[in-house]
């Protein structure tokens, strides 16, 4: 679909394309050794209906898979034009700064990037070592479940707004004390500002030193909204009403 409408559109150099590879697409199709990061990215390239891929992304960790062996098959994409940087989604700070020493020591190219799971409801994850590590080494943060499945837009606050939610199987255990306390600061800070729970969640991210938080929209209602978020500033006492809220 995205192959589609770019091909329409005429709009490749505009476009900044995130893609990713390793996680299971079939049998034998996963992992981050050579002989499939070879195959799955010319697939990606050729649904795409490009030549190019801004970021390519490890899904997951491989410690099946020498990291010299998965850097040195991204190396050779970016030298052959078909990759501009790399990243990683879901390592460790140990396996993160193993991947990152090895780049230097071998001269092979390093994550520019790290995709966690964190948003307000979802902070220990990435909170602590791995946060550090990537102030330390410069490592951009591309956070996904940013809103936490729509939790932190507001709209689920009772078992009946669960119904026929695509992801209630996500949300309901959100739907906690501490829950509802992050959704009382949410609404209490966006009254204050003239903006919406799921933009005050999001500007506390980019406050946090998120590079680019990841957020959905099925609407181009949602997609105005949450690009508003980029234009809201939290003030310190926000930021601190937020953090204690969802501490």
């Known amino acids: 679909m995205i192959g589609k409408w770019l091909k329409s559109r005429?709009?490749?150099?505009?476009?900044?394309?995130?893609?990713?590879?390793?996680?299971?697409?079939?049998?034998?199709?996963?992992?981050?050794?050579?002989?499939?990061?070879?195959?799955?990215?010319?697939?990606s390239l050729e649904r795409l209906g490009t030549d190019y891929i801004d970021l390519y992304q490890s899904h997951r960790d491989d410690p099946g898979t020498p990291m010299e062996e998965t850097l040195g098959a991204y190396g050779d994409l970016i030298r052959q034009g078909k990759v501009r940087a790399i990243g990683a989604s879901n390592f460790s700070a140990e396996r993160l700064m193993t991947a990152l020493a090895l780049a230097r020591s071998a001269q092979l190219p390093r994550y520019e990037c790290l995709q966690p799971c964190y948003n307000l409801y979802d902070r220990a994850g990435f909170e602590g070592e791995l946060a550090e590590l990537c102030r330390r080494e410069g490592v951009a943060v591309i956070s996904y479940f940013s809103l936490a499945s729509g939790f932190l837009t507001g709209k689920y606050r009772s078992e009946k707004d669960l119904v026929n939610r695509a992801r209630a199987y996500r949300v309901k255990d959100m739907m906690n004390e501490r829950g509802f306390r992050i959704l009382h600061a949410l609404d209490e800070i966006a009254r204050e500002l003239g903006a919406t729970p799921a933009q005050v969640s999001l500007a506390w991210l980019i406050a946090r030193g998120?590079?680019?938080?990841?957020?959905?929209?099925?609407?181009?209602?949602?997609?105005?909204?949450?690009?508003?978020?980029?234009?809201?500033?939290?003030?310190a006492e926000a930021v601190r009403k937020l953090d204690q809220a969802s501490s």
């Not at 299971?24 to 070879?38: A, F, H, T």
């Not at 998120?210 to 003030?235: D, H, K, Y």
């Open 10 to 43: 005429g709009n490749r150099s505009r476009v900044v394309i995130a893609t990713k590879v390793g996680i299971e697409m079939g049998p034998g199709e996963q992992g981050l050794s050579r002989p499939y990061i070879m195959r799955a990215v010319e697939r």
């Open 210 to 235: 998120v590079t680019a938080p990841i957020a959905s929209a099925t609407s181009a209602e949602q997609l105005r909204e949450i690009v508003g978020a980029t234009r809201l500033e939290l003030g």
